[in-house]
């Protein structure tokens, strides 16, 4: 079953980019709520989320004093509070409202790091019910997750098209470490002397196509392993199709793909 998040706040911009990528990414099932208190008040018992996320901004004590309904709520005692904010939000935030179950995510905001604190908070919630003992308290004090909680993976993206792959480095490096190339020989250079999670490969190229350097990796005991997605025209698939019987690539995508189907597929592939 699809984890199921309540989200609020006035960062309408974040909340809506956290929204898009939970549910395209992950296929969390996500219901947004106007920051009121009648609104919160009255949401969070007919949608029953298993974890809430409120995005602040710019807040006052007026602001923050709409987050009282999460107080006046029974079923807040049971449901896990990720705050994104700023410093100053922040400590406005804990001034006022205290509630037990809270984490706190910095902006700007990860996505990677959101990933990884719901991978925390679910298992929280698992344990919960069955594996507590008397006396532990699994949530403990609030939590604040730094951006450099988690690695961020390394990415290779290879295409001789210098604008696509500039559109590519850029989708990416919100969350990942990326180094571009605009040749088949270049990135087997840079492999010699640097480790990378995955490549992103181009499949048309001069001189050393996608082929021709999978094969080289796949000849190569360091690189063996290596997951590679090509990226490829449309015109090119049924070629790609059997590329991934005879080289064992970790599929492909069709450019110009977008920003949500690029990540999507790095996630599928390194989890």
Known sequence: MALKILLTGKNRRIAGNISEHLMGDKGYKV????????????????????IMIICL????????????????????????VIVVANNEDL????????????FFLPRPVSILSLYSMLAEVEKKIEILPEEEKPGD???KEPQILPENHIRRKKILV????????AQIKGHLEEFYDVTAVRSGFDAL???????????????????MDGPKVLFRLRTTRAHTRLPVIFLTG???R???????????????LIKPAKKSEIVAKIIDVLG
């Open 137 to 139: 308290d699994p949530w």
């Open 57 to 80: 901004g710019d807040e006052e004590k007026d602001t923050i004093r709409v987050f009282d309904a999460l107080l006046d709520r029974e079923e807040m005692e049971t449901i896990p």
């Open 189 to 207: 250079k840079y492999l010699e002397k640097h480790e990378v999670d995955l490549m992103l490969l181009d499949y048309i190229m001069p001189v």
């Open 31 to 50: 219901v947004e709520c106007d920051p009121t208190y009648d609104e919160l008040f009255k949401a969070i018992p007919k949608e029953a989320p298993q």
């Open 91 to 102: 400590k406005t935030f804990k001034t006022y409202i205290k509630l037990n179950k809270l």
């Open 158 to 165: 290879v295409d001789d098209d210098a604008e696509q792959l």
């Open 238 to 252: 049924e070629k790609v199709v059997k590329t991934l019987v005879e080289l064992r690539p970790r599929g492909y």
């Open 234 to 236: 449309m015109t090119d």
